[in-house]
């Protein structure tokens, strides 16, 4: 490179780092380096909570407190959720966003809160932190990197009918996938309150669902999965438990927090003549 092309080359680059707004200081970029993502990011306590005539679903989320320069305003911690789609098992990523307080430290799901959350539906949590500064050059909005990840599993929506004429039991639940394909379940079905009456059904593996040959169907217009349960006795009241089994990466609420669902069978009754009156009937 020649002497007259450098030295242009060195006018320019004096001249923008002295335009105003063009640069911000220096100061700013250690302020950047330094905001760092909420650390520890996880699920403490998932499972329900158990009310007189119903149970409602929540999850609770938790981080160390983060830390923010001096000069920081209008501090926030955000939560974003990462949702994985039912039917394909594919990641929408930032599906819900939650703006939380500089100062927080926790968050609780519920099948409620926040707006949009959908239930049986696997979800990847992360945390960003976020201030605004103000600069003789103007103001700026400081982003964290994402936190570390984790994935929880909203509650199932389980609900049980007889099938007219019968006393089978047709159950029906969420149909819930992760980015491997479906999970696997398993169907607690007793008339004791213990769940232990015999025998067991065997637990339904998510690569057999919808095959062949499966006694498990997929809804595919309601994203729901059925199974029908045959061996109910009639005149009995059965409690039944869809246990979400997703991979270990996966928080999800155990069989001892899942409140069952009840249903009474009936008492089958067939009409027929036994005798006739003088009148031929």
């Known amino acids: 490179m020649n002497k007259k092309k450098l030295k242009k080359i060195i006018v320019f680059l004096l001249?923008?780092?002295?335009?105003?707004?063009?640069?911000?200081?220096?100061?700013l970029f250690a302020d950047v380096i330094l905001l760092q993502p909420p650390k520890q990011n996880?699920?403490?306590d998932i499972g329900y909570i158990k009310e007189l005539y119903k149970s409602e679903w929540y999850a609770d989320l938790a981080w160390?407190?983060?830390s923010f320069p001096p000069e920081a305003d209008e501090k926030y911690i955000i939560i974003g959720l990462n949702e994985i789609s039912k039917g394909t098992g594919q990641v929408i990523q930032e599906a819900i966003n939650i703006p939380l307080s500089g100062s927080a430290a926790s968050f609780q799901f519920t099948e409620y809160n926040p707006e949009g959350i959908k239930h049986g539906t696997i979800y990847e949590a992360f945390l960003k932190s976020s201030y605004r500064v103000n600069t003789p050059t103007g103001q700026y909005t400081i982003v964290s990197q994402r936190s570390n990840p984790v994935k929880f599993l909203?509650?199932?929506?389980?609900?049980?009918?007889l099938i007219p004429g019968t006393n089978h039991i047709r159950i029906k639940w969420d149909d819930v996938w992760d980015t491997t394909g479906r999970i696997n379940y398993q169907i607690l079905i007793s008339d004791t309150k213990g769940f232990t009456q015999p025998p067991p059904i065997p637990d339904i593996v998510a690569a057999e669902i919808g095959q062949p040959g499966s006694a498990v169907t997929v809804n595919a217009a309601e994203k729901k999965l059925e199974y029908v349960y045959t061996h109910a006795m009639p005149g009995r009241e059965y409690s039944i438990k869809v246990v979400p089994l997703p991979n270990p990466s996966v928080a999800y609420a155990i069989a001892e927090e899942i409140e069952p669902v009840p249903i009474k069978t009936d008492i089958l009754l067939k009409a027929q003549k036994v005798g006739y009156n003088n009148e031929g009937d």
């Open 15 to 27: 001249i923008f780092v002295m335009l105003p707004g063009v640069m911000p200081k220096s100061g």
């Open 42 to 44: 996880r699920i403490t």
């Open 64 to 66: 160390e407190p983060n």
């Open 154 to 161: 909203t509650g199932l929506h389980v609900s049980v009918e």
